[in-house]
């Protein structure tokens, strides 16, 4: 009959230093990736629409108009407003609205050009790419499918940096002009998601070549306004 045996000192040991050594890992993984995005993005992140190097096309990069609880969310509003402050001070010609729509009842790419255009921004001016399920889908998908080497992503600074990371690992040259963060428990939350999301994001470029999950026709952006 098999009986079970409380661990031995030396096996709680052996439990511990391997938690003990995990945790280090961690940490090193979450500071490494920090170090190598940040890294990339010095001298490329602007906070003064009037400073970002102009570029034909402005990038913004998606999420959820509303919260769990119906209520808006702050990161989509200050990111729209930011991507209308860029358009009107000619820095970028185009806004691409890179967002999820991989539900019938869930649209980024949509909402966001709804909330641009609420803004002043002439619709023909914004074009609508629906396969952004990630950063690196809306990055990659930029060149890939728009065709576009150099352009000015808008979000909040810690995604900003990231998508400049991601980027510059493509061969793209990539500027980014950040939307006010928002603070509280809600900011908090996406701070912490974010130390993960760094170290992802080093590792599907670096380790795993990661590609996005869809590519599709060529878009040419003169071509999306003349079809506007």
Not at 72 to 81: G, K, V
Not at 95 to 103: A, H, K, P, W
Not at 135 to 142: E, H, K
Request: hydrophobic share 45%.
């Amino acid at each position: 009959m098999w009986r079970w045996k409380r661990p031995g000192k030396w096996h709680l040991f052996i439990f511990a230093l391997a938690v003990l050594l995990g945790g280090l890992a961690v940490l090193g993984g979450i500071a490494w990736s920090k170090s190598a995005i940040y890294a990339a993005a010095k001298g490329r992140v602007f906070t003064d629409a009037e400073a970002v190097p102009a570029c034909r096309v402005g990038l913004v990069l998606g999420c959820a108009k509303e919260l769990s609880n119906g209520r808006a969310n702050l990161y989509f509003e200050r990111r729209m407003d930011a991507a209308a402050e860029l358009y009107a001070t000619n820095r970028v010609e185009y806004l691409i609205v890179s967002g999820d729509n991989s539900r019938m009842d869930y649209d980024e790419s949509t909402d966001m050009k709804d909330a641009l255009v609420a803004r002043g921004i002439p619709a023909e001016k914004i074009i609508c790419d629906y396969a952004g399920f990630s950063t690196l889908d809306s990055v990659v998908r930029a060149q890939a499918i728009f065709q576009q080497d150099r352009f000015v992503v808008v979000s909040q600074d810690f995604h900003a940096r990231r998508a400049i990371y991601i980027g510059q690992q493509h061969g793209l040259e990539v500027y980014a002009y950040t939307a006010r963060d928002v603070h509280g428990t809600g900011g908090l939350r996406t701070q912490l998601r974010e130390h993960l999301a760094r170290v992802k994001t080093v590792l599907d470029v670096k380790l795993l070549g990661r590609e996005p999950r869809f590519y599709g026709e060529v878009i040419a952006v003169r071509d999306q306004e003349q079809a506007g």
